[in-house]
């Protein structure tokens, strides 16, 4: 079956716009995450959303980040008033149940975000 | 707090050799799972292998595996008969009950030579 998607793959933007990255999970997982890589980075967490529940945003860097999910799958992180530091790769990760000592997440291709 | 170490910033290692990477684990929590990723060049995360704390036996896939020991919380990876595709950047990541979010170390990079 398909993968985890991401779009777009690459965007550049100005220092002060705002953006938004698009992550399409795997069919029938209900849990997906937004993590951020820099370059030559270890991943770092950002965000979570599993099923209904309240999403864990104790990752997020600052209230400039915002994440949404919109029926349970399509997810949109938004960046607003892009700085320099946030220039990065986005990767999102869907898993089939969160809490499952089994629990796999699987990523997508990410998003490079380059902020000029 | 949880964290995740990989001493080894960079590894060579002959084609059709066995190699090791390293990984250490900090947590207080009993029930936690240890994943292996491989991020070749070109960017992907690609899921290797899985470990639960609770496992007896040292995990398994293919020419991967899970050298697991508890009591001293690492969880070294080992591949066997190693490939010039298995050149690429490995990351050590423990997640934690809830399964809300992996921890990441800052990986080793592997270099393969024919």
């Known amino acids: 079956g398909a993968g985890v998607s991401q779009s777009p793959s690459n965007k550049v933007t100005e220092k002060g716009k705002d953006v938004e990255l698009r992550c399409d999970p795997i069919?029938?997982?209900?849990?997906l995450y937004w993590y951020r890589q820099s370059l030559g980075q270890g991943l770092e967490f950002l965000i979570y959303?599993?099923?209904?529940?309240?999403?864990?945003k104790s990752g997020l860097p600052s209230d400039r980040f915002s994440a949404e999910r919109t029926g349970g799958s399509v997810s949109t992180l938004t960046i607003q008033r892009t700085q320099q530091e946030d220039s990065a790769v986005y990767l999102c990760?869907?898993?089939?149940?969160?809490?499952?000592?089994?629990?796999?997440?699987?990523f997508g291709p990410g998003t490079r975000l380059t902020v000029l | 707090a949880q964290k995740i170490t990989q001493t080894q910033p960079g590894m060579f290692v002959q084609e059709k050799e066995a190699v090791t990477l390293d990984c250490t684990y900090d947590t207080s929590d009993q029930s936690y799972g240890l994943f292996w990723y491989k991020q070749p060049s070109s960017g992907e995360m690609i899921f290797l292998i899985y470990q639960g704390s609770y496992d007896e036996q040292n995990a398994t896939e293919g020419r991967y595996s899970l050298n697991f020991q508890k009591a001293r919380k690492s969880a070294n990876l080992v591949i066997s008969a190693s490939q010039l595709g298995d050149s690429a950047m490995y990351f050590c990541?423990?997640?934690?009950?809830?399964?809300?979010?992996?921890?990441f170390g800052a990986g080793t990079i592997l270099r393969v030579k024919s």
């Open positions: 990541a423990m997640s934690l009950p809830g399964g809300n979010k992996l921890v």
């Open positions: 069919s029938g997982h209900t849990a």
């Open positions: 959303f599993q099923g209904n529940s309240a999403p864990d």
């Open positions: 990760a869907s898993s089939l149940i969160a809490g499952g000592r089994t629990d796999t997440q699987y």
